[in-house]
């Protein structure tokens, strides 16, 4: 089956760093130089652009509420921000989408144990770095809940 939204840890290396993160493609670059490392896939980085959009998040709300924000207002930047979340988390994964998570997810065995992290595929410029400020979300099993797991961390961003 061609996949659209997963890269299999073993099929990627350092050139996927834009598609898939820079951890993501540094496991799948360990891998293919004989390092153990555990199986694993990643979503490509345009299954958060196509989430958004295809909730109407994108335009309908998170353009809106930001333009609206008095970021000098530490109270409204709460409440602003736990909406977008809000808005996020209780969105739809497109079932193509959850279809290949759910796929990828399965072929790793019998409701396997997973972490759920964040990444970020933006190029390492060296001025910018956020380690820990994304969710990462261990021992997450059974695949409903690694689909929520999902929106959660897309809900750090």
Partial sequence: MARKFIILLNECSLDDKLLLGGKGANLGELMSAGFAVPPGFGLSSSCYDDFLSGNGIETDVLRQMI?????????????????????????????????????????????????VRSTSAVPDVGISSFPGQKDTFYHVQGIESVLNHIKLCWASF
């Fill in 67 to 115: 333009k609206a924000t008095d970021f000098d207002d530490f109270e409204q930047v709460k409440t602003v921000t736990n909406r977008i979340k809000d808005s996020i988390c209780s969105g739809n994964i497109p079932e193509d989408m959850a279809e290949e998570i759910r796929d990828a997810y399965l072929s790793q065995g019998d409701s396997p144990s997973v972490a």
